[in-house]
């Protein structure tokens, strides 16, 4: 057996994988499509692409097997291949955490001391599901919301939430999630809270996270 071959064409196959997501923009698109299936056009508005972009990088997605897509009257509509794909953007993520130092400084740059807001925990989440004294809030966008939630979260997006304050009952605790670790949903919703006089934290982990981890989710 020609071992120097093997390997060669091994590691040619797992470059693939690499080649694929080497490119922030499609990083952002796993990411999007990590929270619900989306349309060419709706990629293209979240991303800040051309249609014609984000066709192009969704075609390379595509060629890496990362991505699957399904044609719905006139529309496109992707989605992740596998969990496994999530699976890789969180070791990504993990991994420049803790070897990229310029990772918390942008982090520092843009939102500050996070630890003011009181980061949730996901275990301390888990143990209180169902907790009539805790509000689960989901405040990502209502499409991202149907497609799958945290069991027993209810969904106001973040930019509805100041008109939808009335909603909510002030006696209660709320914790807002959103897409991940650098989605500013959350931060922005708890802010908005606590100056309305609402005892609020923020997830530390976002919807995709949770979903990976085996633990309770609905859809609607």
């Known amino acids: ?81 596998d969990s496994n794909v999530f699976r890789l953007l969180q070791i990504i993520r993990d991994v420049a955490v803790l070897q990229l130092p310029e990772v918390d400084r942008i982090v520092n740059n843009f939102l500050g001391d996070r630890q003011a807001l009181e980061p949730f925990a996901r275990r301390e989440l888990l143990d209180r599901l169902g907790d009539a004294d805790l509000i689960i809030l989901d405040v990502r966008p209502a499409l991202e919301y149907r497609q799958g939630h945290i069991s027993g979260a209810r969904t106001i997006p973040v930019d509805e939430l100041k008109s939808r304050l009335n909603e909510l009952p002030r006696e209660q605790e709320i914790v807002a999630y959103c897409r991940g670790p650098y989605c500013v949903f959350a931060d922005e919703a708890v802010e908005i809270l606590a100056a309305h006089g609402y005892k609020a934290r923020r997830l530390v982990e976002g919807y995709p996270d949770w979903r990976l981890a085996g633990l309770p989710i609905q859809t609607s």
């Open 1 to 81: 057996m020609n071992h120097r071959l093997l390997k060669s064409q091994i590691h040619e196959q797992f470059a693939r994988i690499a080649k694929a997501i080497a490119n922030p923009h499609r990083l952002e698109i796993l990411d999007l499509l990590a929270q619900a299936e989306r349309s060419v056009e709706e990629l293209a508005v979240e991303t800040g692409l051309n249609i014609a972009n984000a066709s192009q990088h969704l075609q390379v997605l595509r060629e890496g097997r990362l991505v699957e897509s399904q044609k719905r009257g006139q529309r496109v509509y992707y989605r992740l291949a």
